[in-house]
């Protein structure tokens, strides 16, 4: 049972490149999310899925796109970086039941120069 | 040692001693608040959660308050240990937006010897 596992690790970028952060979790988990945070802040919720085929958006969507064709998979897509972007991001997944802790992947670190 | 909120994000604790570290939330409809410890380098791991039906929970070494007359929360840590040093954050879910969980920006703890 790995949890959240998010890939790569590290990424550079240059400005108007495109990329996909992997996040897959093996816990047969309803509910997936993906956040950034940046230095000294706290985490902003960009996206989430409620299930398969569901989507919305968080706090903080603008330039990010997402897709749920799996329950195990929730991708993030970044359509033309920008430095803006550069954050370290975070999947997580719970169950799908409300008041259950959200469980971490280990993050992606993003540069965009 | 004690933080107040968000607006003392850093607490130096000595080792051995209990550790108090708060939160101020704003949704009056939240009614599920989490704690999280971030290592560095590390996604966020649970430690504790608590439902607004309760004001007080306890775990091994750490018990949370809930004062939802005053939209507080409270994270305390008993004997604090070295391995305690992270940056601790404190979550609220949205109970009219069941699926989002919003973070308070942490409170860096470290621990003299």
């Known amino acids: 049972n790995a949890g959240v596992t998010q890939t790569p690790k590290f990424q550079v970028l240059k400005t108007g490149q495109s990329m996909t952060l992997q996040c897959a979790q093996d816990m047969n988990h309803e509910y997936m999310s993906w956040y950034r945070q940046d230095p000294g ?3 902003r919720l960009i996206h989430y899925s409620v299930g398969a085929g569901i989507t919305d958006q968080g706090e903080v969507p ?3 796109n997402v897709s749920r064709s799996t329950t195990e998979d929730f991708p993030l897509r970044l359509l033309s970086a920008a ?9 997580a997944s719970r169950p799908g039941r409300n008041n259950s802790p ?3 992947g280990n993050g992606t670190r993003l540069t965009v120069t | 040692g004690e933080s ?3 607006h003392l994000p850093t607490l130096s604790v000595q080792e051995g001693d209990n550790s108090i570290i708060n939160c101020a939330y704003s949704n009056s409809a939240s009614d599920y608040f989490i704690w999280y410890k971030q290592e560095s380098g590390k996604g966020p791991q649970f430690i ?6 309760m004001d ?3 775990g091994q070494r750490v018990t949370v308050l809930l004062n939802k007359t005053v939209k507080h929360l409270s994270l305390q840590i008993a004997a604090t240990q070295p391995g305690d040093s992270a940056v601790y954050f404190c979550a609220e879910n949205l109970y009219s937006s069941a699926s989002k969980i919003i973070f308070g920006s942490g409170t860096r703890l470290s621990i003299r010897p």
């Open chain 1, 41 to 43: 802040m706290g985490l």
């Open chain 1, 62 to 64: 603008n330039g990010y």
């Open chain 1, 83 to 91: 430095p803006s972007q550069t954050s370290v991001y975070f999947c």
């Open chain 1, 102 to 104: 959200l469980h971490f």
């Open chain 2, 4 to 6: 107040v909120g968000l």
């Open chain 2, 48 to 53: 504790i959660d608590i439902r607004s039906n």
């Open chain 2, 56 to 58: 007080k929970r306890q």
